[in-house]
């Protein structure tokens, strides 16, 4: 690439950072760090009505959290700032007075009704509803009389119809617009710029080689290239991602609640930011190959909008499983206990701070289940046996109960377990327990330890046997075994 790479992810801050806009600002991450160039973060507050407080901050932390860094923006400062539209209103009042001084855009006084009257009956008489052009030529003496009665103004870009505005996308490909005509807004009643004038703006000062945004954006683009025109800038280069799509191939809506839509979510919940990258990087790009797994420095070499799809791209829960549950295997144990720790404590089941024996104790905990796990929050339902007492048991279950041998299995393991004293209880000498079980009964495999296994769980599966009993306590064990014992009689 011969032109040094600027790119932007520019957010609007009306709520949680989503997948989709997560997606896109990795996308556009990747390209930059993959081309040596700079990655930028705006925060686009144009809609004043549509802001949220603090919606930016957890942009911010929703992106370095997944380890999408930026080079410039509001928070860590930058040649081109402000960083956000709001803080840039001087940069626009000159530029739209430029635009007005060289009569390329103009007031404009009709109202709201005005505006909605003629809509309706342009619809009404079958024609595409577009501004009228009302005020395009308005004398300076209406102009002053409009002012005079104190009536609202906006400002319209000056366009002209049959114009060809084409882009090569380079996700897409060739895209083109004819200009319709319809001198559109770009300075609200309420003095603020329209989007399309602000990203314009703020794209070319800020130097942006790139413009990179989700599909939704195409239809804006040929507005933008209107105002680049109007302005005499080069407009810059294009290119859309597509939708993400719900199992059914519909587009997502934010009501959806079957899937986790913001990144957020994922973060409380205890998923591993990587595989979250991983995931979103694979929502739309793929490597041209059967590949799945890749590290964020992987991806950077690999990315390019080339391999972007044009179509929807469906949220595969599923892959999304698998590809969690791929890191959580391989990820170290201390990192995964201190995932697991807060969630077991906002479940209640352990306290807000921690002895040694409990640091022990919840490691194992985590050892026998960081196989099953997606999300450090799949500790809470994954352990629910330890948390809750023995359940009903099942008709399998009852049969294997029933065996014969059953008796003096229990039996003899509650022995083991009681002159083993809390000094032997240990995880480690489990093995030597059962052993000793089976020596003094004969009893061998299925028949020793599901027994064991039903009497302390209620269950015939279930994590490995030796922690799982260390878990479960002495006292409780001994309880257990005594509970089943006295079952039986
Ligand atoms: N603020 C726009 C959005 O959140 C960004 C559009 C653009 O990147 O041009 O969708």
Redesign the pocket.
């Known amino acids: 690439m011969s032109t040094k790479v600027r790119v932007?992810?520019?957010?609007?801050p009306?709520g949680h950072l989503h997948i989709g806009?997560a997606r896109?600002a990795l996308f556009t991450y990747l390209f930059a760090r993959k081309h040596g160039g700079q990655f930028i973060l705006r925060i686009?507050d144009t809609d004043l009505d549509r802001n949220v407080s603090g919606a930016a901050e957890e942009f911010y932390n929703g992106l370095r959290w997944l380890g999408v860094e930026w080079d410039e923006g509001e928070d860590i400062g930058g040649k081109y700032g402000p960083y956000r539209c709001t803080d840039r209103m001087d940069i626009y009042r000159e530029h739209i007075g430029q635009l007005l001084k060289e009569d390329r855009a103009y007031y404009c006084y009709c109202s709201e009704e005005d505006l909605a009257k003629e809509r309706d009956a342009q619809i009404a008489a079958g024609e595409t509803a577009k501004y009228s052009g009302h005020c395009r030529h308005l004398t300076p003496e209406q102009r002053a009389a409009y002012e005079a009665e104190g009536r609202g103004r906006t400002v319209r870009l000056r366009t002209s119809s049959g114009e060809t505005l084409a882009f090569n996308d380079m996700v897409r490909g060739g895209i083109s617009f004819e200009s319709d005509g319809n001198d559109f807004v770009i300075v609200k009643s309420n003095g603020m710029p329209t989007?399309n004038l602000a990203?314009v703006i703020d794209?070319h000062l800020m130097e942006i080689t790139h413009?990179?945004?989700?599909e939704?954006?195409i239809s804006?683009t040929p507005r933008?290239m209107q105002i680049y025109r109007a302005f005499g800038w080069d407009v810059p280069e294009f290119a859309h991602f597509n939708l993400i799509l719900n199992e059914e191939g519909k587009k997502l809506s934010k009501r959806d609640e079957s899937i986790l839509q913001f990144i957020s979510q994922y973060r409380d919940l205890g998923y591993l930011e990587e595989a979250i990258l991983n995931f979103l990087a694979l929502l739309g790009w793929s490597p041209g190959t059967e590949e799945e797994i890749f590290s964020k420095q992987e991806l950077i070499e690999r990315f390019s909008f080339e391999r972007v799809n044009k179509s929807g791209s469906i949220f595969d829960q599923r892959k999304l499983s698998w590809m969690n549950n791929h890191y959580f295997k391989k990820a170290e144990l201390d990192r995964i206990v201190r995932l697991c720790v807060p969630q077991l404590q906002q479940a209640s089941r352990l306290p807000a701070t921690l002895d040694e024996a409990q640091e022990a104790w919840v490691n194992v905990l985590v050892i026998l289940h960081q196989e099953k796990m997606n999300s450090a929050s799949d500790i809470v339902p994954l352990t629910d046996l330890f948390f809750a007492d023995v359940p009903e048991l099942d008709e399998e279950s009852k049969q294997v109960m029933s065996e014969a041998t059953v008796q003096a299995v229990l039996a003899a393991f509650r022995n083991q377990v009681e002159s083993a004293g809390e000094a032997g209880f240990t995880v480690e000498n489990m093995k030597a327990l059962i052993k000793a079980v089976q020596s003094e009964t004969g009893v061998k495999g299925k028949g020793l330890f599901m027994p064991i296994r039903i009497a302390l769980t209620g269950q015939m599966h279930g994590p490995d046997l030796n922690g799982t009993i260390w878990l479960l306590g002495r006292e409780r064990v001994l309880k257990r075994l005594s509970d089943s014992l006295a079952a039986r009689q």
Do not use: I, K, L, M
Not at 8 to 12: D, E, G, K, L
Not at 211 to 214: D, F, H, K, L, S
């Open positions: 932007r992810y520019a957010p609007s009306t806009g896109t686009e989007y990203v794209d413009v990179t945004r989700g939704e954006h804006n933008q």
